[in-house]
């Protein structure tokens, strides 16, 4: 499993046409192959920053949804937004409860 985080600045002007196309898309973006999980996090302090938390069977379906006609047309429309670049990784889960570890939308 493959996790990736995006970090995202927003103008904050833009929050709320950002959060319109994440609630227009989740669905979609969820049903993707390879999609276990996704969630959208809002930064405590700055609420002009989001990250998108997700959950892939493996890289090569992350690869696949980055090469979607969804992602071209979501990703184009969020980075029109930004106020910084995004900062964008991903991991593999090493040590905790897995418990606690989302492994269903």
Same mark, same amino acid.
């Given at each position: 499993?493959?996790?990736?985080?995006?970090?995202?600045?927003?103008?904050?002007?833009?929050?709320?046409?950002?959060?319109?196309? +994440?609630? %227009?898309?989740?669905?979609?973006?969820?049903?993707?192959?390879?999609?276990?999980? *996704? =969630? *959208?996090?809002?930064?405590?302090?700055?609420?002009?920053? +989001?990250? !998108?938390?997700?959950?892939? =069977?493996? @890289?090569?379906? *992350?690869?696949?949804?980055?090469?979607? %006609? *969804?992602?071209?047309?979501?990703?184009?429309?969020?980075?029109?937004?930004?106020? @910084?670049?995004?900062? @964008?990784?991903?991991?593999?889960?090493?040590?905790?409860?897995? @418990?606690?570890?989302? !492994?269903?939308?």
């Amino acid at each position: 499993m493959l996790i990736r985080i995006v970090r995202m600045s927003f103008r904050p002007e833009a929050v709320g046409a950002f959060q319109t196309i +994440f609630q %227009e898309s989740e669905q979609a973006i969820r049903s993707q192959p390879g999609c276990l999980y *996704l =969630e *959208l996090w809002q930064d405590a302090d700055t609420p002009t920053i +989001f990250c !998108t938390h997700s959950h892939w =069977e493996s @890289a090569a379906d *992350l690869n696949a949804y980055r090469q979607s %006609e *969804l992602f071209g047309q979501v990703w184009p429309a969020t980075k029109r937004l930004f106020s @910084a670049p995004p900062l @964008a990784f991903s991991v593999h889960h090493v040590q905790g409860d897995s @418990a606690a570890t989302p !492994t269903s939308h």
